[in-house]
């Protein structure tokens, strides 16, 4: 149990970034974010997929997030989340700094 | 910031539709499962449904961990979470829960109600400026067998011209007196005459008007301040009092304020002075003619000069006392024998030093109950926690942390406590309610007591520390047990032996403890029987008393006071139904008139101290006072023709041993003292007297002489102020209740003098009982603990044996199976669990033999090894175990081995 919720917490920045990052295109339900995310980098979500909903909820409360329940395509109810400005801002400045930290590495990785 | 307050707005709306929101939290995962399912099952993948939950992953950890998010405090959501967990769990075990709860609402409530008491009778400060620094004095000669005695007048003058330990002295005295003027009836109310300096000294001011101002202690300034009780009930509380003329025993006294409510003063303990003044008015003394060895009547408070000591006060007290009695009448002057000393202690000491022990003794009773309390619901708790280690190991497996399970521990017993606490409050409340008036009054600072909030707050930090160390206890011995035993014992139970001797060291402590506490309210029972059939000397039954006390001003002189004395008992006497009358100067279980006397024959230079009373009319016949030599007064002698006496055996014996007493003859005051000299005419029984209230009830007798009411002193009598022969108390004798008589007495008082104030009417049995409240009081509330700790042990015993049988329900079965008798299981069982009492009894013995060294002080003719006591506490204690124990020994034995067998 101890080393799940070690790699759970790897993962953890990783996946919220690529949450925010997946709802760029629009509004999205949970089952949506979860196929964008496989499609995007299998790794992510490897454990199990419903590590995703905490993670949702949890961005959720920081506001970065905005929940609605709505009628899906195939006419269910589903909870339906979208970016707030703040996590428009904060997706800008996680991928920024993503931009820096790899553009350093790959400096550091070109002069060795 | 924000995004934390947004988080929290959002985590309280959902607080408030928790319900709805779990729903949403599975909606949500059920709505991602479904379109799992349906994709893999497009997709053609076999068995769908369970592809997209192994693919999710545990659907109910991942709403736990939802649900955690949502939490306005993370840990809060758990603990709520165990505590509507914990709620179930009770409701479902209601005769546990009711148990627990009402034990710790009885141990709780009891323990705050005696701790408030403690707090405002032994702890809390007088509420005199400089508290600390105030001490009380008086005198006595110890030699002569007077251990302490108020102060006399001529003493008090010399003490404030020479002491020097001290910065300030005020004195004052009691009286009982007539309030009368106004619109409303007359009444008795009690005065306190004070020094001008000592509310200055004591740091307390009038709330309305002006203080006595510093010479108004020398006679003639009749001024007075009245209580807030008095003004608010006699005057409603109208301001335009002050100015007014107020009658005291017909005097009239200008009011010139009113005292704040809070000022209780005399204040109650000390042995003489202590009744709280409704009225204050200026002691006269000042630059009065006072002699040396005169009046013994009042009180005198010092304050040690700052940087002094007690001891280096009581040093030079030492010295003034023998300077003082240099200038005492040459009779009294100088005898080694009996020298006179000055005491001095500190105040506070005297207003609580006589309940100081009982209470104390209530508050380790207290305690014992609580203790008990506390092992017993660790013990019940106990049990219920082994009944739940499946469960709890069940937890462990499913991943469940270590501090996720304290708090599922905690949360039980904590809301036990919690609701254990708030019950307790109530039953604090009412039994601070239920202690009687008559206690309260006798108690200093007991008067209107109520929760003290900081005893409160001791409280609820008692009862939660109980519950946590009694949650951890069931922790502590799972601690080293591992998952898979706890598992394993759904199948194989094996019997937690470190648990058991956990709870068998409980059960026997409990046992313990009661078994002290029994003794202990078994001896006060004892004592308490021996106290109500003591042999007083006097017969109660049948007699009715009351108090009248003549104002001066309208009965001046001798004559006035002869013609109301002789008509009064003429009056009573001509009732119908009444057999006898008299009138005297106090009653039996009184008596505080002290005087020294000589006898004729006896060693010159001899004067002992004798109780005094001056009786009118049948007064040995009325209560039932026997004659053991000689005879009672007779109408010539009453009426003052012979100057005569009627003593006690304690005197015949201690005075007059081997003598014939009668026609000796005796007088008060020294051999050169003016008093005639009175011969002896009988000797009667001892009657108790009441100068240590209730002490005296069974202490040895004073020596008391009686004599005719008419022989008091004509000047006596007609001295301005005095109250020489109008201080007097009335008894008569009557066929059937005594108290159905009152009216008629009142009647026949109105219609010698409709001014005087309605004296207060009692029976004698009446006043004996209000003598002996404070040990009946203090009996019943032992005997409530000691029924109390009885029942917890019954129920400890009840629940651990419960357990037991329960636990060994298959062994039971296996033993029936093979053919035990049901008999045989039932004596099993019972064996096991008198063991237990048998260990606990003793070790109480051995303890209650120590501890009841802390009694003898407060028992009454009752050894602290009583046997009768020492025999009965173990006979009671066995038989409550056995039916304690017989219940679930019955169970036992009622085991159907075919369900037992087959287990769970």
Redesign the interface.
Known sequence: ?GTELKSADLLQGTLELLILRTLTSGEK???EI?EWIHAASAAALS?????L??AL??L?????LVAA?DV?A?N????YYRLSP?GRKRLRQTTDAWRRTSTAINRVLEAV | MRAWLHGLRLRVVALFRGHRRDQELQDEIAFHLAMREAQLRDSGTADAARHARRRFGSAARIREEMRDEWAVLPSLVSLLQDCRYAVRGLRRSGAFTTVVVLTLALGIGANTAVFSIVNAVLLRPLGFAEGERLLLLHEGVPAAGIDRVAFAYGDLAHLRRDARSFDAIGSFRNRSVELSGGASDPERIQIAQVSADLFPMLGVRPGLGRPFRPDEDSPGHDVALLGWELWQRRYAGDPAVIGRAILLDRRPYTVIGVMPADLQFPRRGPQFNSQPGDVWVPLPLRNAQVEYASGFDVSVIARLKPGVTLPQARAELDLLAAQVQAQYPPALRNRSRARLLLFASPLHDEIVGAVGTPILLLLGAIALVLLIACANIANLLLSRAAARQHEIGLRVALGATRLRLLQLQLSEPLLLAAAGGLLGVFVARLALRAVPTAVAEQIPGLHGVDIDLRVLAFTAGLSIATAVTVGLIPFATRERRRVSDVLQEGTIRTTGRRRHRVQSTLVVTTVALSFVLLVGAGLFLRSFSALVNSDRGFRPAGVLTAAVVLPWEAYPTADRVYWFQDSLVRRLEALPRVRRAALSSDLPLEGTTVGIFTIEAGVDGAAPPSRHTSVLGSYFETLGIGVTRGRTFTPEEMAGERQVAIVNDKMAQRYLAGQDPIGKRLKWGTRDSRSPWLTIVGVVEDAADGRQAVATLGDERPVHIYEPLRQTPVRAINTRGSLAGRDLRLSVLTEGDASALARSVQQELAGLDGQLALARVATMEARVDEMIAPQRFSTQVIAIFAAGALLLVSIGLYGLLGFVVSERTQEIGVRLALGAEPHLVRRLMVKHGLRLVGVGIAIGFIVALGATRWLTSLLYETQRYDPLTFIAVPIVLAAVAIIACLIPAHRASRVDPLVALRGD
Do not use: C, I, T
């Open positions: 149990m339900h949970g089952y979860a454990v199990e997929e419903g590590a909903y905490p909820h949890r959720e409360l920081r506001g970065l329940w899906s195939n269910r109810r589903a909870k703040e």
